[in-house]
């Protein structure tokens, strides 16, 4: 993986701007995650991602907060086969999910409603309102970087939830979903898997990741392909449909040689 070594560290490029790193998690060597669905989300992704956005509305309805959240297997056309196919990977999921905890209860009504009881378990629960797409994203990120790296023998880091605050402040954190070092340069990672920006968050990691020297790069990775990418300039815009093509484009750009 590496025979020419790293510049300079991601902790040292936030020193160097007034900003200190609270914790410094390093996944280069990835260990398996606590939820190993992402490479089933993401080969599946056109039928569980909706399911799993409508957990996500479900769990920030108070209405839904302790009762079954209902969801129906989407129509395609007339193709019954089809319909079956989308509830017979619904199903596995779900019984995964139940393995882990993460779902207490689910039953199928009338051939092709599924209503799902989640956890109550609030700190499980972020898997439904977010951990899922994180999860996915650093995924697929990862194994492209380690790819794209061993093939063309440089060496990398990666960074996972990088919380950091101003030095002159007391107790402001941002965090940064993930942070990828590949020689002198630096890929930051922001996953969006709702439609709501904290704007203060969003102002603070701006303003301490701005670079001129061209060797930060600042993505946005989302889950809808519809977004316009204006919306997120200066930061480059992904989504999981292109998440692969597009980060392989970014590299091979910062790469030529």
């Known amino acids: 993986m590496a025979n020419k070594n790293l510049l300079k560290d991601f902790k040292t490029l936030l020193d160097e701007r007034g900003y200190e ?7 280069t060597q990835e260990t398996p995650d606590e939820y190993s669905f992402a490479p089933t989300i993401y080969k599946n992704r056109e039928v569980l991602v909706p399911f799993l956005c409508k957990m996500a509305v479900g769990l920030n309805s ?6 079954p959240i209902c969801y129906d297997v989407p129509i395609r056309k007339d193709l019954s086969i089809v319909r079956k196919y989308i509830l017979g990977l ?12 993460l779902v207490v209860k689910w039953t199928i009504e009338k051939g092709f409603r599924i209503k799902v ?3 109550e378990d609030e700190h ?4 439904f309102r977010s951990e899922w797409a ?9 194994n492209t970087v380690h790819t794209f790296c061993n093939l063309h023998k440089i060496s990398h880091k990666v960074f996972n939830n990088v919380k950091f605050k101003n030095k002159d402040e007391f107790d402001l954190y941002s965090e940064l979903d993930l942070v990828v070092q590949i020689q002198e340069r630096f890929y930051v990672f922001e996953v969006k898997s709702g439609p709501k920006i904290n704007i203060m968050q969003w102002a603070r990691r701006e303003n301490a990741l701005v670079d001129k020297t061209g060797l930060v790069r600042n993505i946005v990775c989302t889950i809808y392909d ?3 990418a204006y919306i997120f300039e200066p930061q480059l ?4 449909s292109n998440i692969k093509t597009g980060l392989n484009k970014i590299l091979a750009e910062d790469f030529t040689e």
């Open 134 to 142: 994180e999860l996915v994203f650093r995924h697929i990120i990862m």
């Open 90 to 101: 619904l199903k596995q999921f779900l019984e995964n999910l139940a393995e882990k905890q």
């Open 226 to 228: 519809n977004i316009p």
């Open 124 to 127: 499980k629960r972020r898997f």
């Open 237 to 240: 815009l992904l989504n999981l």
């Open 62 to 67: 108070l209405d839904n907060n302790e009762q």
């Open 21 to 27: 790193i609270a914790n410094e998690m390093d996944i």
């Open 117 to 119: 009881l989640l956890t």
